[in-house]
């Protein structure tokens, strides 16, 4: 608990206090309201649970204390006395009502931040639209593959897919129609990966694959995702092709590479299959031999 509360707290307690023993001492009501004012405060000093009952149970107690003392001077208890204890009974009970509505509000303030955390967090590593990780949690993941493949003497595998066609698909559907295709794309993914391979959402229109072994030769991978847009895409395809290109490349158990360079490679290669197809179809599939350049690849923008 914050110092803050604690100081509303022990003010709350205080003006209790003060109001029983002025309602113990003169037998007058009006003392009442000190107890009123210190239940609203604990609403306000964002006390929780035991804190919040036990402060609410010694201003209703403090009431009590005093209604009984003066039910016991009956001189006291005439109509006019009845009416005052009414009127501060109403505000004791205003009082308790405005601390719990205090307490809840500034519960629910502090679940929405936490979700907001929560959410925060969780979208540092995922990318919000596939679920799939994105650029940091593919970092994240693929460190581990690498240094447990290491372990084991196996290699790692890369393979980066881009999205064809979504340029055609945004200046006829817009948006919505894109965010349609590269869900159909991560779902495609996801049946045609294995449990221990890491898929991430790379940039606009690319996808990434990291798992333990030599994995799929690209134009496999091109083939089963291919299929799987095929089957399960709603857009049609007459706008979308359902078609992408892939790139390679092999992390060998000697070589001494990182993350970054296999997806310079891999990203590399994919360009190079997607020039080699225009010109004269998809080559044989052999993986890319790593360059010692620092920097990974960018996204880039929709392609055509």
Same mark, same amino acid.
């Given at each position: 608990?914050?110092?803050?509360?604690?100081?509303?707290?022990?003010?709350?307690?205080?003006?209790?206090?003060?109001?029983?023993?002025?309602?113990?001492?003169?037998?007058?009501?009006? %003392?009442?309201?000190? =107890? /009123? &004012?210190? $239940?609203?405060?604990?609403? #306000?000093?964002?006390?929780?649970?035991?804190?919040? +009952? !036990?402060?609410?149970?010694?201003?209703?107690?403090?009431?009590?204390?005093?209604?009984?003392?003066?039910?016991?001077?009956?001189?006291?208890?005439?109509?006019?006395?009845?009416?005052? %204890?009414?009127?501060? =009974? /109403? &505000?004791? $009970?205003?009082?308790?009502? #405005?601390?719990?509505?205090?307490?809840?509000?500034? +519960? !629910?303030?502090?679940?929405?931040?936490?979700?907001?955390?929560?959410?925060?967090?969780?979208?540092?590593?995922?990318?919000?639209?596939?679920?799939?990780?994105?650029?940091?949690?593919?970092?994240?993941?693929?460190?581990?593959?690498?240094?447990?493949?290491?372990?084991?003497?196996?290699?790692?595998?890369?393979?980066?897919?881009?999205?064809?066609?979504?340029?055609?698909?945004?200046?006829?559907?817009?948006?919505?129609?894109?965010?349609?295709?590269?869900?159909?794309?991560?779902?495609?993914?996801?049946?045609?990966?294995?449990?221990?391979?890491?898929?991430?959402?790379?940039?606009?229109?690319?996808?990434?694959?990291?798992?333990?072994?030599?994995?799929?030769?690209?134009?496999?991978?091109?083939?089963?995702?291919?299929?799987?847009?095929?089957?399960?895409?709603?857009?049609?395809?007459?706008?979308?092709?359902?078609?992408?290109?892939?790139?390679?490349?092999?992390?060998?158990?000697?070589?001494?590479?990182?993350?970054?360079?296999?997806?310079?490679?891999?990203?590399?290669?994919?360009?190079?299959?997607?020039?080699?197809?225009?010109?004269?179809?998809?080559?044989?599939?052999?993986?890319?031999?790593?360059?010692?350049?620092?920097?990974?690849?960018?996204?880039?923008?929709?392609?055509?």
């Amino acid at each position: 608990m914050s110092r803050r509360p604690l100081v509303v707290d022990a003010l709350a307690l205080l003006l209790i206090a003060a109001g029983a023993a002025s309602v113990i001492a003169t037998g007058d009501p009006v %003392w009442t309201s000190l =107890a /009123a &004012v210190g $239940a609203a405060a604990t609403g #306000l000093g964002n006390l929780r649970g035991p804190w919040m +009952a !036990a402060v609410l149970a010694a201003a209703g107690t403090t009431w009590t204390v005093g209604l009984v003392l003066a039910v016991r001077h009956v001189d006291l208890w005439v109509v006019h006395d009845t009416v005052r %204890w009414s009127g501060q =009974a /109403a &505000v004791l $009970a205003v009082g308790a009502a #405005l601390a719990v509505f205090a307490a809840r509000r500034a +519960a !629910a303030d502090r679940r929405e931040v936490a979700r907001a955390l929560e959410f925060a967090q969780d979208a540092t590593v995922h990318d919000t639209l596939t679920d799939l990780a994105n650029g940091k949690g593919l970092g994240l993941l693929g460190e581990q593959i690498l240094e447990s493949a290491r372990r084991r003497g196996d290699a790692v595998y890369c393979v980066f897919v881009d999205v064809d066609g979504l340029g055609r698909v945004q200046g006829r559907l817009g948006q919505s129609g894109v965010d349609e295709v590269l869900l159909t794309v991560a779902d495609a993914l996801r049946r045609t990966t294995r449990k221990t391979d890491a898929v991430a959402r790379w940039g606009e229109g690319e996808f990434v694959v990291i798992g333990p072994g030599t994995g799929l030769a690209p134009q496999e991978m091109e083939r089963r995702i291919r299929a799987q847009c095929s089957e399960h895409s709603t857009v049609d395809r007459s706008i979308w092709h359902a078609r992408v290109s892939a790139g390679g490349a092999v992390l060998e158990p000697w070589d001494d590479g990182s993350i970054e360079s296999l997806l310079r490679a891999a990203n590399r290669e994919m360009h190079l299959r997607r020039a080699l197809r225009r010109e004269a179809g998809v080559p044989a599939y052999r993986p890319t031999r790593l360059d010692p350049s620092p920097q990974p690849p960018q996204s880039r923008q929709l392609n055509d």
